[in-house]
């Protein structure tokens, strides 16, 4: 993880000790209940959604222009399935969301996301006339 190695020491778990806005308290909640509900290690004792509330809290503190918008939960599950440590599924899903998905994807007003669907409908135009 090149970013984590360029952070401050303990990056992550001081991120965790920062205040975040009640508004994104509040979705990442609605959204962990919508989170893989089938799946054994997310419907159990609620460890796992903890883990995944812990780590999107936290990417809402280091990229507050973008903070938390729905579809982060499942990357961050998914993530966590796969790699089952907290601090690398926080830095891999910093390095997919500020620097592999395209910028704005993610923002709350949808602008990213709309743009990557204008994009899929114009190959889609020429690809499937």
């Known amino acids: 993880h090149a970013k984590k190695k360029v952070a401050p020491r303990a990056y992550y778990k001081r991120l965790q000790a920062l205040p975040v806005d009640q508004?994104?308290?509040?979705?990442?909640?609605?959204?962990?209940?919508?989170?893989?509900?089938?799946?054994?290690?997310?419907?159990?004792?609620?460890?796992?959604?903890?883990?995944?509330?812990?780590?999107?809290?936290?990417?809402?503190?280091?990229?507050?222009?973008?903070?938390?918008?729905?579809g982060m939960n499942y990357i961050g599950a998914f993530l966590w399935l796969v790699m089952e440590d907290e601090e690398s599924v926080f830095w891999l899903l910093v390095c997919l969301l500020d620097d592999i998905c395209q910028p704005a994807v993610h923002a709350p007003d949808i602008r990213g996301t709309m743009s990557e669907y204008k994009v899929l409908h114009r190959l889609l135009d020429v690809r499937e006339p």
């Open 23 to 70: 508004t994104v308290r509040d979705q990442v909640d609605i959204d962990l209940g919508r989170t893989f509900p089938e799946n054994a290690r997310y419907g159990g004792d609620g460890a796992a959604q903890e883990t995944l509330r812990r780590v999107l809290l936290a990417y809402a503190r280091h990229n507050p222009g973008t903070g938390y918008c729905q």
